[in-house]
């Protein structure tokens, strides 16, 4: 990476430098969505790159996370500077250790990409419930909001732990900020020199543990001392908030980038005030600055250090004029009377004799999106007359009814940031295509870009949904996109499941990749999304990307194709000019694969240009059909109300009524999801085939399946229909047929 420089890189890419550049032993072990930190810097060690002390970095994946602690606590006592990276069950699995880490006051950060500890059921999204798991371990816990902080915050985390003994989890949010693409700038190997005190590294290698000077560290203590040697560490974390405000004092100093450990955004009078921490500050940041522009009173508080957490920073953040506060969680702890931020923060100004009203509410469990419409409707709640005193915002609560309403209509979108979505899918390129642009357009104009990207958990061969944002100002929305200017549509087949077009913006331009020609697509298309076309005054082009893609050796990756169009019709940089950059990119991306792929790149590119198409839009709908139900209508009740509506998309909108309280749901489900996303189906060919019974056997869809049964049984057949004898003795008389299902595979 360029050092001191505008760089375009996601959250994770951001703290493994950090942690790359500051440390000398790095314990490794994957989980999502973490996994990223770890793979660049044992990549990066790989390759021999060194941290800014001028050696590389040890690093070793160990067999779990449990080892990978273990190993962090076990090189922190050799006296190295020692890292880790995690989520989740990851995090929980390392907290023995943890425990011991702080128990002996050793300085260390662990990265953390904050994500759902699985409850009723598994989530590989955000929240920060496995943070607020490790409260109790004697961890620090600093927060950060977006790439650029994860960045600033790792070495603010590195230099305050080094001189505070205290060790830290810095956090961000899972996917929000971990997979989060931005243009921030990097910091240069002597701006974090600048911020680490060399002395401070030699007592932290003066206390390792060596034969040479021996001493005895994890002794077993009775009941008649244990309690007084706890308390023994008092001082340190009451010092740690003033040396961390310090850090990052002497960060402005050094970056010129200026925090504090809460951060104040709004009106300098404000009654209403949202304290909160994560990507969701950032939203609410940009909802505040409108709001605040319209003529209200409305403020927040960002967290930065949340542990140990100090009320007379606090106090210096909330403005005097506050008449009521909402504390905003991303968890839940069930049975508590509030989540954790809320409580400290009212217990911080009960304590003060503060006369002032809390309330406390969560949001956006398993990174389900905040979105600024949600921030004023908490805002709206704080000006009723009697505000629930616990409320969720983001979900339809009809059992427990704690969920606030909003006006989903409210949006803050500047006519200036070009907004695009991308519908893919899973391992067809159009994620990385779209990091690719992001950083095309990061790099080459003077422009911010931000790119994030929805996945399904299904990964490969699900849908994924790419959110890109560029604009003359920083980019602070940390939410999807809710008006977007430019629309594609990879796949043809989503058309008829999904209504890829609602939230298209009046004047947006569609792309579609179809292998229908430009005379014949309008009547390919369902009649809803003929209207929403005319309707909404779009333009609308057409490229058959797999065509190009055979053609030019591609075989089905489409992503450079669909790159090049985009950049061809968004008018985001000027055409000559973007395909100049594609191509630089084509050549740092496959340069070292040789030659000839760059080649068949480039043709790509050529042969994308040559084969897009802007279709005629008719002054009325002609289609005689619309999309299919998503289910058959025979499916069970639960299917029909609950798995379809998540299958198409429309999960955010389901009530918490319809969900099992526990987790169990009926089985055979997947039976009523037709995906139909295979380009190409396979036939059986009688005449070749040895009945091995290996191609049910490999099928990941299981979409082929094999019979055996008695001639008498095939009467009257179709003519399409195939069959064959049996091969085997103890099949002979029996018929054999192979069949796939096209709208499995």
Request: overall charge negative.
């Amino acid at each position: 990476m360029p050092e001191n420089k505008m760089v375009t890189i996601d959250g994770n890419e951001a703290a493994a430098y950090i942690a790359h550049k500051t440390n000398e032993v790095i314990a490794i072990y994957p989980i999502t969505p973490s996994s990223d930190m770890g793979e660049h810097a044992d990549e990066w060690s790989a390759y021999g790159r060194k941290n800014v002390w001028g050696t590389v970095p040890q690093v070793t994946e160990m067999q779990s996370e449990g080892g990978a602690s273990g190993s962090v606590h076990g090189a922190l006592q050799t006296g190295a500077l020692t890292t880790t990276f995690t989520a989740s069950q990851g995090l929980l699995l390392m907290i023995p250790n943890m425990f011991k880490i702080a128990g002996e006051l050793t300085p260390t950060v662990f990265h953390v990409s904050a994500r759902c500890v699985a409850c009723q059921a598994l989530s590989i999204f955000g929240d920060h419930s496995d943070v607020m798991a490790v409260r109790s371990t004697g961890f620090g816990l600093i927060s950060s909001n977006s790439p650029q902080e994860v960045m600033d915050m790792g070495l603010i985390a590195q230099a305050a732990t080094l001189a505070s003994r205290v060790p830290f989890v810095h956090f961000f949010d899972g996917f929000r900020t971990s997979h989060e693409v931005r243009k921030i700038q990097a910091l240069s190997d002597d701006e974090i020199l600048a911020m680490i005190d060399d002395e401070l590294v030699f007592e932290h290698r003066k206390r390792a543990m060596n034969p040479d000077n021996p001493v005895l560290r994890g002794t077993a203590q009775n009941q008649d001392v244990f309690f007084q040697a706890r308390e023994s560490v008092n001082p340190y974390y009451i010092k740690c908030p003033d040396i961390v405000q310090q850090t990052m004092d002497k960060f402005k100093d050094v970056v010129g980038r200026e925090y504090n450990l809460f951060d104040y955004v709004g009106a300098p009078d404000a009654e209403k005030v949202i304290v909160m921490m994560g990507s969701g500050a950032d939203t609410a940041h940009e909802t505040i600055k409108h709001l605040v522009a319209s003529g209200e009173k409305v403020g927040m508080v960002k967290v930065r250090l949340y542990r140990p957490f100090s009320p007379e920073h606090l106090f210096k953040a909330v403005p005097e004029t506050a008449k009521i506060i909402a504390t905003l969680d991303r968890t839940k702890e069930p049975g508590s009377l509030g989540e954790p931020l809320f409580l400290d923060v009212l217990t911080s100004f009960a304590e003060a004799g503060r006369n002032i009203k809390i309330i406390g509410g969560r949001y956006g469990l398993s990174s389900k999106e905040f979105t600024p419409a949600m921030i004023k409707g908490v805002f709206d709640e704080m000006g009723r007359e009697n505000p629930r005193p616990r409320f969720t915002v983001g979900i339809n609560d009809d059992v427990t009814h704690l969920s606030i309403d909003y006006d989903p209509d409210f949006n803050i979108e500047k006519d200036d940031v070009v907004r695009a979505m991308f519908y893919g899918l899973g391992a067809d390129g159009t994620v990385g295509a779209n990091k690719n642009s992001i950083k095309i357009i990061g790099e080459n104009t003077p422009n911010y870009a931000q790119g994030y990207f929805v996945y399904d958990s299904k990964k490969a061969g699900a849908i994924t949904v790419s959110h890109l944002r560029f604009g003359p100002e920083a980019i602070r929305q940390s939410c999807l996109i809710d008006s977007a200017n430019f629309i594609a549509c990879h796949q043809f087949v989503f058309i008829e499941k999904y209504d890829i077009l609602e939230k298209a913006k009046e004047g947006a331009t569609f792309l579609l990749n179809t292998y229908y020609g430009p005379d014949e697509i309008w009547d390919k298309l369902p009649r809803s999304l003929q209207k929403t076309i005319i309707d909404k005054k779009l333009k609308f082009y057409i490229i058959d990307a797999y065509k190009v893609a055979k053609e030019t050796g591609m075989g089905v990756r489409i992503n450079t194709i669909m790159q090049t169009c985009f950049f061809a019709i968004s008018g985001v940089l000027p055409k000559d000019e973007a395909i100049e950059a594609i191509k630089d990119t084509i050549k740092k991306t496959y340069g070292g694969k040789g030659e000839e792929i760059v080649k068949m790149n480039f043709a790509a590119v050529d042969g994308a240009l040559g084969n897009l198409y802007e279709v005629e839009i008719t002054s009325e709908a002609t289609s005689t059909f619309e999309r299919p139900p998503t289910v058959s209508p025979k499916a069970p009740e639960f299917v029909q109300e609950v798995t379809a509506q998540i299958m198409a998309m429309r999960g955010d909108s389901l009530p918490v009524s319809k969900f099992p309280v526990d987790g169990s749901y009926p089985t055979g489900t997947t039976q009523w999801e037709k995906r139909a996303i295979a380009l190409e189906v396979p036939v059986w060919d009688t005449e070749v085939c040895i009945q091995c019974g290996k191609c049910v056997l490999i099928c990941p869809h299981a979409a082929i399946r094999a019979k055996i049964y008695k001639e008498e049984d095939l009467k009257n057949p179709p003519e399409t229909f195939k069959s064959s004898k049996a091969r085997g003795k103890e099949f002979e008389g029996l018929l054999y047929t192979l069949q796939n299902a096209p709208e499995d595979c």
